[in-house]
């Protein structure tokens, strides 16, 4: 089953389940106080918290998402992409968790004849917080079986958009993909580490008024009057099960450029080389956030948006360098991920010629920091060898990355080429030093802002101006 297919299949369900089928909005936030659209309830947060009349009772979309906080997990789990489609459905004080959790689970488990998707149900295990029992008992009238509901405390699996206001329980489905990924569940611990329950599909239910407290300590005062349903199911996630591959970042939509990549390098995709097939992940999703971030209108800068953007294209490049690929590599890339991804985002092909001028000129713009930096790091590395050394110092090595943009890996690399080593203990401290004061800088910066959820998190991470720290932070391997 092909992604976009997938994609269809739920717009068609939910279209005809009478919800208004709504398109995704841009990756640019709609939502001033985050930098990107983080889940496919950003654009109907006001009739969530209901400070605007919902203009339908019922809506389903599939959003295009940035997660930033995710950038560390891609290509090291199976299932975290910079870039996602989140399909959702919303109910705004029309169904709620009997009609949510009927609707999610015949759309899982239903006939493919159907348009559904034909899970086995008695593979799903649901979380839930520990004190609904309307949601439980709603779980097992469906099939689910009550060994595989997991309790939760408020901490875990409570949604609340960080103020007073509304808040609610979710419901959280996951698929077992079987023993050969991992330990059993057990005592219900759907994250037993290992690959083996993948969470698909977040179902909130946004049920009460809270008050005032610190994280999740607050009181539940009372039923919402007007309740809602915000629900949100990975499709790069769905598709790989569906499509019997290993994790998404091989599904139809994102394989393809892993593909050119091999090609590029001369090696071989899952050929044992744990790192290679890592970067060769990295390339394949960076490559797509990054053209879908320009498609969306941003533009590579130095701060924000534009800053990851930065960053998403420099990784990318830094990866097939370790590949071995020292040529521009994005007009070889970019245009196979245009190919996979126009069927559902026909603009990218209109907008071609813009988005690759800008992708590739900051490919560019790279390549020539490369080059100024490593005439620097050239001299350095003469001059500690000069002096009798084969340590050098952390200093050189942090200015080589705050100021020329210079990965720390690439430092620690080319220097070992010529026989030096690279303080990188003194280079993290200074690192660390450099993200405090960012970060205090950060925090004197930011405004109130409503956080979103079971995003929360994910919302006051990325309300934080990012600052530009260079090219990456010490820990990230490619
Ligand atoms: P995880 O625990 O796996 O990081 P999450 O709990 O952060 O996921 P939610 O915020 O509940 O995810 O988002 C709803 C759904 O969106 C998830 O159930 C998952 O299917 C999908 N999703 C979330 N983050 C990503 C991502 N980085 N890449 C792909 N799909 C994602
Ligand atoms: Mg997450
Ligand atoms: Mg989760
Ligand atoms: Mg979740």
Not at 186 to 208: A, C, H, K, M, T
């Amino acid at each position: 089953m092909r992604t976009a297919d997938i994609r269809r299949r739920y717009l068609d369900y939910f279209e005809a389940h009478d919800h208004t089928i709504v398109p995704s909005a841009s990756l640019i936030s709609p939502d001033p106080s985050i930098l990107f659209t983080i889940a496919g309830m950003v654009p109907f947060i006001p009739y969530i918290i209901g400070t605007e009349p919902a203009p339908y009772p019922r809506a389903a979309s599939v959003q295009k998402c940035i997660r930033t906080n995710d950038i560390e997990n891609v290509g090291r789990t199976t299932r975290h992409g910079t870039f996602f489609q989140m399909m959702g459905n919303f109910s705004f004080g029309d169904y709620f968790k009997d009609g949510a959790v009927d609707l999610a689970w015949e759309f899982l488990t239903g006939p493919e004849d159907e348009g559904k998707l034909a899970f086995d149900g008695s593979r799903m295990w649901v979380t839930i917080w520990e004190e609904d029992e309307v949601a439980a008992a709603a779980l097992v009238r469906v099939g689910v079986d009550p060994d595989q509901i997991v309790r939760l405390p408020r901490e875990e699996n409570f949604w609340d958009t960080g103020q007073p206001g509304p808040a609610g329980p979710c419901a959280e489905f996951h698929y077992d993909r079987g023993p050969e990924f991992g330990p059993d569940a057990v005592g219900g611990d759907v994250d037993p580490g290992g690959d083996r329950y993948l969470e698909i599909w977040n179902l909130v239910f946004d049920q009460f008024l809270r008050g005032e407290g610190t994280g999740k300590s607050y009181p539940l005062i009372k039923e919402l009057d007007a309740k809602a349903i915000d629900t949100g199911a990975g499709l790069e996630r769905i598709a790989f099960l569906k499509q019997g591959v290993a994790n998404m970042y091989e599904i139809d939509e994102v394989r393809p450029v892993i593909t050119r990549a091999e090609e590029l390098s001369g090696k071989a995709y899952g050929s044992g080389d744990v790192e290679n097939d890592v970067r060769m992940r990295v390339v394949a999703d960076h490559v797509r956030s990054a053209l879908m971030l320009v498609a969306d209108g941003v533009r590579p800068g130095n701060e924000g948006r534009g800053y990851v953007l930065r960053r998403l294209v420099r990784r990318a490049v830094r990866a097939m360098r370790l590949l071995g690929v020292t040529t521009p590599s994005l007009p070889e890339l970019l245009p196979v991920s245009v190919a996979v991804m126009k069927e559902s985002y026909p603009e990218l092909e209109a907008d071609f010629q813009r988005i690759a001028g800008i992708v590739y000129g900051e490919e560019d713009a790279f390549r020539r920091t490369l080059e100024s930096g490593t005439t620097i790091l050239d001299s350095a590395v003469r001059r500690v060898r000069d002096g009798g050394g084969t340590v050098l110092g952390g200093e050189d090595a942090f200015k080589l990355h705050d100021t020329y943009g210079f990965p720390i890996d690439l430092t620690v690399e080319m220097a070992a080429e010529q026989g030096v080593s690279i303080d990188t203990e003194a280079f993290t401290s200074l690192m660390q030093e450099q993200r405090q004061r960012a970060r205090a800088d950060a925090l004197t910066k930011k405004t109130g802002h409503v956080d979103t959820s079971v995003y929360t998190a994910l919302a006051s991470d990325l309300a934080q101006p990012v600052q530009f720290l260079g090219y990456t932070d010490a820990t990230a391997q490619v």
